[in-house]
């Protein structure tokens, strides 16, 4: 039965089935099985055609197929949108609308949506995703898109039954096919490359099946809800999957599930020989959670044979090894998998297969089914250990990466799933466990130390999961859970997970141990690094962060009390394994301490949010100093790194160091390091606390009285940075609260103030810069309101700056003038600067702004700020500023600076001035008056009496015992004669300091701790030997001990500090003595800005503020020093600057002096680069040839120096740069720009551009006429023309060919190409790639004649005549002639042959002819272009400054004397006489010439010009333009006619009145009347009445406008006209107010006015005219020329006729205001020839066409279609917009070059490829400056970064 079915067709067969199956026999069920056995059947290929289209019969029941889908969608009752994206797909993010930081949307919901004015960004997605959009668990519904805001399931009806019948049917047979096709498909190994090869085989094959699978998904809920039944079916899995079903031996199924049995063995975490190994070793170590064994090799591996390679040399012992046990809650972690249902055997292939995509996507389609979404969440939960491991082995670690996580993150964002899944399926604890179980395949024995007796093991970071971060998937799913309060809450209750997740830190504690190199330089650098602070900031501080954000509020004290108390487990139990007792070992550094930076944040919580006691948090003094180690190791390391004291350890330690402080890791690692000295700092004890610092940064023996000392610790060169780093240390240390007390908006604050000091911050930058909490739910979101509140309290918007030449500025933050008056904090910025320089650029800054505004002149010191009051519990912290060690290592640094020892720096004085500050600004409570109450009793102690600073600022200490080598100054002197009889009794003198030991006394007091109850502690310090320091080997002077006498204490220190620093004897006096009323003047604050004088002043007022005893003491040091005379009023400080200004004063003017000197010298350089730069500038070039001088020009020759005019023998030339140009052939007649079409409906046409309208025009007149002729009636190079422009330098040409001769010998890679004649100009650098000779002027050729001689027209046609009719003068072969031909042949092979060849006989002498002519016109034109398109404002324009015009001519000019006009054809007859028409049937196969009412004027201008044998006097090129503009005239005329109405012609043609006017020569009346008459003979004007020509006519012609537009079709001419004038005779242009008034001054300054009429107002275009003989004669001689050709080409009559030579300026396309427009409608769009969307679309600016970038199939002839494109639209200049990166690139011949962006964001900021995602809206100035540089021809000169494309974009 089944068989005939198959042989049916196959609705047919569908529709009979379905009727079969709705009966109640259950024969239509046996039927359809019997069916599917064979459609389905495993021998025949998943893929074959037939069978898909089967399954798509069988479903849709007999309809069609798309019939079904339709009607399935009517029941569609989703109201997620869930559309499922891959990698690089485009999506949106709003985080205004966005609950889950993951949100994300599709293009389409976002659009529809309503976010005007949210923060959002679009990007590209790197994992895929899906879209969120209508799901209220991750944003909010104000969101919603149109269609997924109003979706509610309650009004759509429910599915009939029988429409999904088969559906339910036939689905579970296509997925059991589908799981038999992937049992059969896979084998093992996967790394074997032909398996794989196999693997993907087998994928390739069942994608029509998952297709069809995917088609299902989308045809919404009514399908997704039997699809789900179908999977998460119990019943359906057990009947058919195991094959049980079938009878027979071996059968298929039976063998096919053994495959799958086969492939589920591997599925468990542990294997179960490893297993039984582990419960044994378990045992014996009494099960904790995590156990470390030093387990055999093999034993605690996945896979032995790893374990041999790593292992087998070290032998057992040597690399402990850690083993996960069995105690974990629930043991099915473990065990290998078992399923129930389709669904999971379906995700374990997937699996296996390392997640293909395709099945990737059907899982997720399938997810806004809420019953699918919870069973699926389940499965994937339970397959969780088993897809880590897959992964850990798989070797696309990266992509499977990404597939896991664009499946978990649409899974576990959801707080209600996440909970249930935790609760039942025991997801934390598989997340934790697997965690440790990866992290076990890598870790190492620690060596951090004591090598020897280390137990602690660490991750290795060289080990391919930490360096390739494979763990990133499970760590970004833990973050992800965790952000849950729900699940937080779970993890920190429960004490097994917490013990575990310590452990799991505890790998990370001490990683990548940095052994400093003391001999040899390293031999290779590891980057391990990289992996290591990866590794900590994500799989450690990110889910922290987490954990921290769930324990803000009181009621979760118990959380953080918790957490402290196993972190402070897991610290003794690792200060145990690596054995340390006091001591870090010397010469290492780890910066991974993630159980301290643990222990550091939950006490910072706790106290902060929670109010809980820090003293019940904090363990005994004994741990504390341990904890202290490690931290303070890191601090002082930095500072040895920073003194290039590990610089054998190569670069890589610099990168770690920066890496520690840099802005994305530095609140997870140096705050909490640091924020953890200030506790221990706080409750140590400050004398062990300070000598603690002193020791580890190894200064210890600097800070001696004497002169000369020796330190085994330190090199003398390294001597002086570490001290400044540890006071410099010190000061961070005291100063910074970031968790000592300031709220998160003072921090942010405090941030941004230092990183806009640094240097002025785009937006984006600053976002990055700005720490931000790492947890993204933490409120301070990047951009958000907060943010931008706080940014615009601090910050001023600098606008983005456009110098054209400049580079693009993009906006910038720079700080308000109040923030460096109040808040900048030089402490802060030493924190977060990454580089040491950034630091002094932050004081330039500073200094800049002091004075600019007055407030200093000389050289500030850091500013001192006063600190924010501090929490509380931390007060402590000030007890280090008044601890008797920091007094005296401040005592020695005043005396060392002020004796000069040797190695102090201003830095060092300036550190240890701020920390006497601090100390008189943190006074403690108890200080009464002190000193009243000292008794001889308490002077027990040598040093100081007690520890408040205030009392012992005025100590004195008279002697002081130092040990110093013998060979010091000090060691000869006696000792004082009162002490030398009683030696004895001065030792015990009270006066007297013993040298004083840091190391002793810290020694003293950590055994003090150590040994608080047994009674000998004090003995046991005092014996311990010192380490023998002082005992170095190969220390030839030996040590002697001696008595400094030094009798100071530290205030007189400073006075002495400050008579130093000002340079002058006695400078400080106390201003309180000067006038006892000015107590007022005790405000120290407002002394901020200053410099070391500025400090100490404010020392001495806020000590004698503080205390009465130190007032006494400061006057009578005063007293001492300087007779008691008050000093004038002014003080110190301003005679130090007025002395500094004087010297400055003289430098500056001994500077100007030689400046002038040297600008005289280079005058010419100086103007030409500044011109360059600005082309707007008016600096006047001295070419020469446009000076009238008596005498000849002189060039000066910028290679050899020396000067001379141009010779024949040894010319100059100009260094110019030719290049072809299409700028004008784009050129259209509306002045309104073209849009770029954003829309299908938008189109561009090219059929009105200039170039486009030239084309036609000559075609059209080849066509009919004769071709010499037409290619004289015409201009080319509209398109590929030739433009020529010059720097103005001038050089010999013998030299010039030295010179590029040195650049092809110089082996330097430079950005031009020399081969191809390219050369940088050797004065100003400017691009060029010739040289234009200059002609030697003849002066007597030059003298002015007026345009009004004596002489009348016709004699000067006559001598026109005569001239032309001399023989050219062949020029004499010279070095001159050469040149100039080499040059010709520059200009020709700039440009494209197709751009040159019009003619029909390829390189006929006519088609020179015409390209010379028409460069010249060209360039001319583009002159006019460059001034605006008229000539209003007369000479005004740089661009005349450096024209090379005249050189051009002369070239051209005697090219085109050697060709010889044939006086039969000369169109100068036929301008000036009647000629008889020669007949025109001579030849019936020979074309007529051209009429001349068809010519092109202006290219009879030039023609006639340039072919002058001889030079040409003024009085014959007037005659010459007069003539022209008569025809110029009669052809305006002729135009205008035909632009009349039939009627209007009519009216015109009656010629009676008019004929009586007089001088009717000069009335354009009867000429018009005159003209339409004679044109009216040959018919010409049937055509235009039927014509479109005819629309161009106005509604009426008045005398007005008729007037108005023969002005304006004169005007074009008369413009290149007097710039050829201006150019050759170096008239002056005049200019004029206003454009109605440049007819006129053109006219009068051509000559075409007479004087008579040139002072009148009115200029008539008629008046000008001045006809040779009788105009009526003339003008119907060359209308006959037009009526008799016309028969001919009667349909192109008009078009030629009408010649309109107006245009409007060139420009670029107009962009729309934002760039989504044009991103959303181009970066999909399909190329048009290959019908691909392109990898990188691009766009044409001046056309708009849309091209492939780099497309390789679009490529002709190697060209790609960036570059081919460039060469057809701009002759080798192309503009294009990069449509997925919104920058624009310019190709220019064979370079390119990144331009820049012409769309910024609201912040004035480029966003290059789109990272950021943020609007982006059209900058009109930026766009103004690349139009500007591509009419103006400057790409070359005013971009610098060029590189060569090789064709290749």
């Not at 030997?1025 to 530290?1050: F, G």
Request: glycine share 4%; net charge negative; charged share 20%.
């Amino acid at each position: 039965m089944a068989a005939s079915l198959l042989r049916r067709d196959k609705r047919s067969a569908a529709a009979s089935l379905k009727a079969e199956c709705c009966g109640q026999d259950g024969r239509g069920a046996q039927l359809l099985g019997e069916l599917l056995d064979s459609v389905l059947s495993p021998e025949r290929a998943v893929a074959e055609a037939e069978v898909i289209e089967w399954c798509k019969c069988l479903m849709a029941g007999g309809e069609s197929f798309d019939d079904f889908c339709k009607m399935v969608r009517g029941y569609d009752n989703a109201t997620l949108c869930g559309l499922v994206w891959t990698a690089n797909f485009v999506a949106y993010r709003c985080r205004t609308c966005g609950i889950s930081p993951c949100m994300s949307l599709c293009a389409e919901c976002f659009n529809a949506g309503e976010h005007t004015g949210h923060d959002f960004n679009m990007f590209r997605s790197q994992a895929g995703g899906a879209c969120d959009c209508g799901d209220s668990s991750v944003m909010r519904d104000s969101g919603f898109c149109k269609r997924h805001r109003s979706a509610t399931s309650s009004n759509i009806p429910s599915v009939p039954n029988e429409l999904m019948m088969m559906s339910e049917r036939i689905l579970p047979r296509v997925i059991l096919r589908l799981i038999q096709h992937l049992r059969d498909g896979y084998s093992e190994p996967v790394s074997d490359p032909a398996t794989e090869r196999d693997l993907q085989k087998t994928l390739q094959q069942m994608e029509p099946l998952i297709s069809l699978l995917e088609d299902l998904t989308k045809m919404g809920g009514a399908m997704r809800s039997i699809l789900t039944r179908v999977l998460t079916n119990h019943q359906i899995y057990k009947d058919l999957s195991s094959g049980d079903h079938c009878t027979g031996e071996k059968t298929y199924a039976k063998k096919n599930y053994e495959k799958y049995l086969a492939a589920l063995k591997g599925s468990g975490l542990v294997s179960s020989e490893e297993r039984s190994v582990t419960s044994v070793l378990d045992q014996m170590a009494g099960a904790s959670n995590v156990t470390i064994l030093g387990a055999t090799a093999g034993t605690g591996q996945m896979d032995s044979s790893d374990e041999e390679e790593q292992d087998g040399s070290q032998g057992i012992g040597k690399r402990k090894r850690v083993k996960l046990s069995n105690s974990t809650k629930d043991s099915s972690i473990m065990d290998i998998l078992k399923h129930k249902c389709f669904l999971e055997e379906i995700l374990f292939w997937t699996v296996k297969y390392e997640f293909p995509q395709k099945m990737v996507t059907f899982l997720l389609n399938m997810l806004p089914d809420q019953n699918y979404k919870i069973a699926f969440t389940k499965t994937f939960v339970q397959h969780y250990a088993f897809i880590m491991k897959t992964l850990i082995k798989s070797h696309e670690s990266d992509t499977m990466s990404n597939r896991i996580v664009h499946i978990s993150v649409q899974l576990f964002s959801n707080e209600e799933l996440a909970r249930q899944v935790t609760e039942e399926c025991q997801l934390l604890e598989i997340m934790v466990t697997v965690l440790l179980y990866m992290m076990e395949s890598c870790l190492i024995k620690s060596e951090l130390q004591d090598e020897e007796n280390n137990f602690h093991v660490v991750v290795n970071c060289g080990e391919p999961l930490l360096k390739n971060n494979t763990y990133w998937p499970l760590v970004s799913d833990f973050i992800n859970i965790l952000s849950h309060q729900s699940v937080a809450k779970r993890f920190l209750e429960d004490q097994g997970l917490l013990q575990m997740w310590m452990n799991f830190v505890s790998f990370f504690q001490g990683m990548n141990l940095n052994k400093r190199e003391l001999n040899e330089h390293v031999e290779f650098e590891s980057q391990t690094y990289y992996a290591a602070f990866a590794a900590e900031l994500e799989a450690c501080a990110q889910p922290m962060w987490g954990l921290l954000t769930h324990c803000k509020i009181k009621e979760t004290q118990e959380y953080t009390r918790t957490v402290v108390r196993y972190c402070l487990d897991a610290l003794q139990d690792w200060f145990d394994a690596i054995n340390f007792v006091d001591e870090p070992a010397p010469n290492q550094v780890t910066f991974h301490l993630p159980l301290h930076r643990y222990y550091a944040m939950f006490l910072s919580k706790a106290i902060r949010c929670q109010q809980l006691d820090l003293d019940s948090l904090l363990p005994d003094q004994e741990m504390l100093m341990k904890m202290m180690v490690h931290p303070l190791q890191i601090q002082a390391s930095l500072s040895e790194i920073h003194s290039n004291m590990w610089v054998r350890n190569g670069l890589q330690i610099k990168g770690q160091a920066m890496t520690y402080v840099q802005s994305h890791f530095c609140n997870s690692m140096i705050d909490p390091d640091i924020f953890l000295l200030q506790i221990c700092a706080s409750r140590l004890d400050p004398d062990y606390f300070v000598s603690s610092v002193f020791e580890r940064f190894k200064v210890v023996d600097l800070l001696t009285m004497a002169s000369q000392h020796q330190n085994a610790a330190l090199d003398t060169e390294h001597e002086r940075s570490m001290l400044e780093g540890a006071l410099t240390f010190l000061v961070i240390l005291l100063s910074l609260r970031i968790h000592l007390g300031m709220t998160d908006d003072e921090i942010l604050r405090a941030e941004m103030v230092a990183q806009l000091c640094m240097s002025d911050r785009t937006h984006s930058t600053l976002l990055d810069l700005i720490p931000e909490n790492p947890n993204p739910k933490s409120g301070i979101i990047p951009g958000s309101y907060y943010f931008e509140t706080m940014l615009s309290a601090v910050a001023d918007f600098k606008a983005p700056v456009f110098e054209p030449g400049g580079s693009m500025q993009q906006g910038m933050y720079t700080p308000k003038a109040d923030i460096w008056n109040q808040e900048f904090d030089p402490i802060m910025v030493i924190l977060r600067t990454v580089y040491r320089r950034d630091v002094q650029s932050a004081m330039d800054r500073y200094m800049g702004f002091l004075k600019q505004t007055g407030k200093f002149c000389g050289n500030p010191w850091p500013p001192y700020r006063e600190r924010a009051p501090l929490n509380p519990s931390y007060k402590g912290l000030m007890r280090i500023l008044h601890c008797k060690t920091l007094h005296i290592v401040l005592f020695t640094l005043l005396y060392k600076i002020s004796m000069d020892h040797q190695n102090m720096s201003e830095h060092i004085l300036c550190m240890a001035l701020y920390l006497i500050e601090l100390g008189l600004d943190n006074l403690p409570e108890d200080t009464v008056e002190e000193e009243e109450m000292l008794g001889e009793e308490r002077c027990s102690d040598s040093w100081f009496h007690g520890t408040n600073i205030a009392t012992n600022l005025h100590h004195i200490i008279n002697y002081v015992r130092v040990r110093l080598p013998e060979t010091a100054p000090e060691v000869t002197r006696e000792l004082p004669a009162s002490t030398s009889s009683d030696a004895s009794s001065f030792v015990q003198s009270s006066n007297t300091a013993q040298v004083f030991s840091l190391v002793a006394e810290r020694r003293r007091k950590f055994q003090e701790i150590i040994n608080r109850n047994s009674g000998n502690a004090i003995q046991t310090a005092a014996v311990r030997p010192k380490t023998s320091k002082w005992t170095a080997p190969n220390t030839t002077p030996q040590l002697t001990t001696t008595i400094l006498e030094v009798r100071e204490s530290m205030l007189s220190l400073l006075i002495k500090l400050h008579h130093k620093l000002s340079g002058k004897q006695n400078s400080y006096y106390p201003f309180w003595l000067e006038d006892s009323e000015s107590t007022s003047r005790l405000d120290p604050m407002q002394q901020i800005h200053g410099d070391g004088i500025t400090a100490v002043e404010r020392i001495l007022i806020k000590t004698a503020a503080r205390s009465r005893q130190n007032k006494c003491s400061i006057e009578e040091i005063c007293r001492k020093v300087a007779p008691p005379v008050p000093p004038k009023k002014s003080s110190s400080a301003d005679k130090k600057a007025l002395d500094k200004e004087e010297r400055r004063q003289k430098a500056r003017e001994r500077q100007q002096k030689l400046l002038a000197e040297f600008a005289s010298r280079q005058k010419s350089f100086m103007e030409t680069a500044m011109d360059l730069e600005s082309p707007d500038s008016d600096v006047a070039m001295d070419i020469g040839s446009s000076e009238q001088q008596d005498t000849e020009t002189v060039y000066d020759c910028v290679i050899c120096g020396q000067s001379g005019p141009s010779t024949e023998e040894r010319p100059t030339g100009l260094v110019v740069l030719l290049q072809a140009s299409s700028v004008l052939g784009h050129r259209r007649r509306s002045t309104e720009p073209k849009k770029l079409p954003t829309s299908d409906e938008e189109q561009i046409y090219p059929e009105d551009t200039c170039g486009t309208v030239h084309d036609v025009r000559i075609t059209d007149l080849q066509q009919n006429f004769k071709d010499s002729s037409c290619l004289q009636s015409v201009s080319i190079g509209w398109e590929g023309g030739v433009y020529v422009q010059t720097c103005g330098h001038t050089l010999h040409i013998d030299c010039h060919k030295s010179y590029m001769e040195s650049l092809r010998k110089d082996q330097v890679l430079q950005s031009f190409s020399v081969d191809k004649g390219e050369f940088t100009c050797p004065l100003c650098r400017q691009f060029a790639n010739s040289v234009l000779p200059c002609y030697p002027e003849k002066n007597e050729e030059k003298s002015i004649w007026s345009p009004y001689s004596n002489k009348n027209l016709m004699t000067l046609i006559k001598e026109v005549e005569e001239q032309q009719e001399q023989l050219g003068m062949f020029p004499s072969i010279t070095n001159l002639s050469k040149e100039m031909e080499s040059v010709m042949k520059d200009i020709r092979s700039t440009t494209q042959k197709k751009y040159i060849d019009y003619g029909k006989t390829p390189g006929s002498p006519d088609n020179d002819f015409l390209f010379m002519y028409s460069v010249a016109r060209l360039n001319l034109e583009l002159e006019l272009v460059h001034r605006g398109g008229n000539l209003c404002l007369g000479g005004a324009s740089a661009t005349t400054k450096r024209s090379c015009l005249n050189q051009l001519l002369h070239v051209l000019a005697m090219h085109m004397r050697l060709f010889r006009i044939d006086s039969a054809y000369n169109p100068w007859t036929r301008l000036t006489r009647l000629t008889q028409v020669i007949d025109l049937g001579i030849c019936d196969d020979e074309k007529p010439e051209v009429p001349l009412l068809y010519r092109d004027v202006s290219s009879l201008l030039l023609i006639l010009v340039l072919t002058m044998p001889q030079e040409l006097h003024k009085e014959h090129f007037t005659c010459i333009v007069k003539v022209l503009y008569n025809l110029l005239y009669t052809q305006a005329i002729a135009t205008l006619s035909v632009r009349f109405s039939k009627e209007e012609r009519t009216a015109w043609k009656n010629p009676r009145k008019l004929k009586t006017m007089c001088n009717s020569d000069k009335s354009w009346e009867v000429l018009l009347s005159h003209i339409i008459c004679e044109l009216s003979k040959g018919n010409l004007y049937r055509a235009s009445d039927t014509d479109q020509v005819s629309m161009l006519s106005t509604s009426a012609w008045s005398p007005q406008s008729i007037e108005y537009s023969i002005q304006q079709f004169c005007l074009p001419f008369l413009r290149t006209t007097s710039l050829l004038q201006h150019h050759l005779f170096g008239d002056d242009l005049p200019s004029c107010q206003r454009t109605e008034e440049e007819f006129g001054m053109l006219a009068s300054y051509l000559g075409l006015l007479p004087p008579s009429l040139q002072s009148s107002d009115e200029v008539n275009s008629s008046s000008c005219l001045e006809w040779p003989i009788a105009a009526l004669d003339i003008i119907s001689q060359w209308c006959l020329e037009v009526t008799t050709s016309a028969e001919s080409h009667s349909e192109q009559v008009m078009s030629l006729l009408v010649q309109d030579p107006q245009w409007s300026l060139p420009c670029l396309l107009q962009l729309p205001e934002n760039y989504n427009t044009i991103f959303q409608y181009y970066h999909r769009k399909a190329c048009v020839h290959c019908s691909k969307v392109p990898k990188d679309p691009a766009l044409c600016l001046v056309c708009g066409t849309f091209v492939c970038l780099k497309g390789q199939c679009c490529k002709q002839q190697s060209y790609c279609e960036c570059v081919l494109h460039s060469q057809n639209c701009g002759a080798g200049t192309g503009i294009f917009l990069l449509i997925n990166a919104s920058v624009i690139i310019v190709i220019r011949g064979h370079r390119f070059c990144l331009w820049g962006s012409v769309y910024l964001d609201t912040h004035g900021e480029e966003d290059k490829d789109l990272r950021r995602g943020k609007p982006l809206y059209l900058c009109n100035e930026r766009y103004k400056v690349l139009e500007h540089q591509w009419v103006t021809h400057t790409f070359d000169h005013i971009n610098k970064r060029w590189g060569p494309h090789y064709n290749g974009l």
